[in-house]
């Protein structure tokens, strides 16, 4: 084979906080650990059935670094794009051991909040707007009125009606 690829994209939940360390270089190295469910139904009995698998996940890409180290927490939900890193060392009792690791490097690898906070649900089709009363835990109200929805001013034009109709080229 002329090529190889090595790539894992991982959808979870971060089993615990996020743990900064600093390099002696002054990199700063985030690691957590993610959650993956499979779930399905038993033919023989019936039942619905769960398996959870863990995934070691290690930043080294000080951008990315910066976003875990401030946004993640237990339990949020992220993507994750690395490759996986197999490596060695020796416990504190003295016995060598190997983990398995997915690894975002410097200049490869993604990380996506995918329920980051004050992230609002898009409005659905038809809605004009949504808002939300300040200092309550009220579901948003939806305006189905533009004019409503815009503080009592016009609905604006679509985009077709303000672009020019005369092309230069």
């Known amino acids: 084979m002329a090529g190889s690829v090595n790539k894992v994209i991982l959808v979870?939940?971060?089993?615990?906080?996020?743990?900064?360390?600093?390099?002696?270089?002054?990199?700063n190295v985030v690691s957590f650990s993610i959650a993956t469910d499979e779930t399905w139904?038993?033919?023989?009995?019936?039942?619905?059935?769960?398996?959870?698998?863990?995934?070691?996940v290690v930043l080294f890409n000080e951008g990315?670094?910066?976003?875990?180290?401030?946004?993640?927490?237990?339990?949020?939900?992220?993507?994750?794009?690395?490759m996986q890193c197999t490596r060695e060392y020796t416990d504190?009792?003295?016995h060598a051991r190997k983990i398995t690791e997915?690894?975002?490097?410097?200049?490869?690898g993604e990380l996506c909040l995918l329920d980051a906070a004050g992230a609002r649900p898009a409005p659905e089709e038809g809605s004009y707007g949504l808002e939300m009363s300040r200092g309550s835990a009220q579901q948003p109200r939806r305006y189905d009125d533009p004019r409503m929805a815009m503080g009592d001013k016009p609905a604006p034009q679509r985009l077709s009606?303000?672009?020019d109709d005369d092309i230069p080229f």
């Open 12 to 27: 979870g939940r971060l089993g615990r906080d996020p743990d900064v360390r600093t390099t002696q270089g002054g990199q």
């Open 41 to 56: 139904i038993d033919k023989a009995s019936g039942e619905r059935k769960q398996r959870t698998e863990w995934h070691n």
């Open 64 to 82: 990315l670094a910066k976003v875990a180290e401030n946004y993640l927490k237990k339990g949020s939900r992220i993507y994750v794009e690395g």
């Open 92 to 94: 504190r009792d003295g």
């Open 102 to 108: 997915v690894v975002l490097k410097q200049f490869r």
């Open 161 to 163: 009606d303000q672009l």
